[in-house]
């Protein structure tokens, strides 16, 4: 797996948008980027994927810059739910319909202020 | 969406004892499962990887006699942690693989050995 970096942690006030980024510069052709997020003692929420093309779901949009080095993921009107720690991932998509195991960075963690 | 469904959710037991933990897929097929260890204030550490039918694959350092693992049918998977010590105290978490949308994961167990 390409490794990502992501800063340790960043606040945004409520309302606002949150602009979290990853680098993963050696990130290969064929993985795709995940966005994961854990609020406190809870299992990690999928967020958000996408392989070159910017992407935008009902959560959260995904910028990946052209040359794929990195990206970011991006909270349109943070509110105080969406405090907790966001995860930058890459992973092959395993078209064989096999696993592809994952491993966990140390994210950002971050605070949404009132 | 795909549902994990993890339990028990909390768990005390006494030192020296065994505990399971359970991981189920209750609407789609997994023949994968990923199990994590989370200790507080860090990320997710993968431990191993379970596969319906054969034996699980462990990270170095995990000791397979001391975390065993079942994945019996398609839908479900077990962690039983044997001879529970005070530092096995955790947050255990599994996952899911599901294909191109990366990963479902349970809300976690959080163990405490006494």
């Known amino acids: 797996d390409a490794k990502t970096t992501q800063p340790p942690s960043m606040d945004c006030a409520e309302g606002r948008a949150a602009n979290l980024p990853c680098n993963h510069s050696?990130?290969?052709?064929?993985?795709?980027v995940y966005w994961y997020r854990q609020i406190h003692s809870q299992g990690p929420q999928y967020i958000i994927h996408?392989?070159?093309n910017n992407e935008t779901n009902e959560m959260a949009s995904l910028i990946i810059t052209e040359d794929r080095k990195s990206s970011t993921l991006i909270l349109p009107h943070a509110t105080l739910r969406d405090t907790a720690v966001y995860y930058c991932?890459?992973?092959?998509?395993?078209?064989?319909?096999?696993?592809?195991?994952?491993?966990f960075g140390t994210g950002t963690k971050l605070q949404v202020i009132p | 969406g795909a549902v994990v469904s993890q339990h028990p959710s909390r768990v005390i037991c006494k030192s020296g004892t065994s505990v399971k933990i359970e991981c189920r897929s209750l609407?789609?097929?997994?023949?994968?499962m990923f199990w994590y260890r989370q200790f507080p204030k860090q990320s997710l550490m993968l431990m191993a990887t379970?596969?319906?039918?054969?034996?699980?694959?462990?990270e170095q350092g995990v000791e397979k006699d001391k975390f065993l693992i079942n994945h019996a049918s398609l839908t479900l998977s077990t962690l039983t942690v044997t001879s529970a010590h005070p530092e096995d105290s955790s947050f255990y978490i599994c996952?899911?693989?599901?294909?191109?949308?990366?990963?479902?994961f349970g809300s976690g167990t959080r163990l405490t050995v006494v």
């Open positions: 379970s596969n319906e039918g054969s034996k699980a694959t462990y």
């Open positions: 991932i890459v992973r092959v998509y395993p078209l064989s319909g096999g696993y592809q195991k994952v491993t």
């Open positions: 996408g392989l070159k």
């Open positions: 996952s899911a693989s599901r294909g191109l949308y990366g990963y479902t």
């Open positions: 609407d789609f097929q997994a023949t994968t």
């Open positions: 050696t990130i290969s052709g064929n993985e795709y």
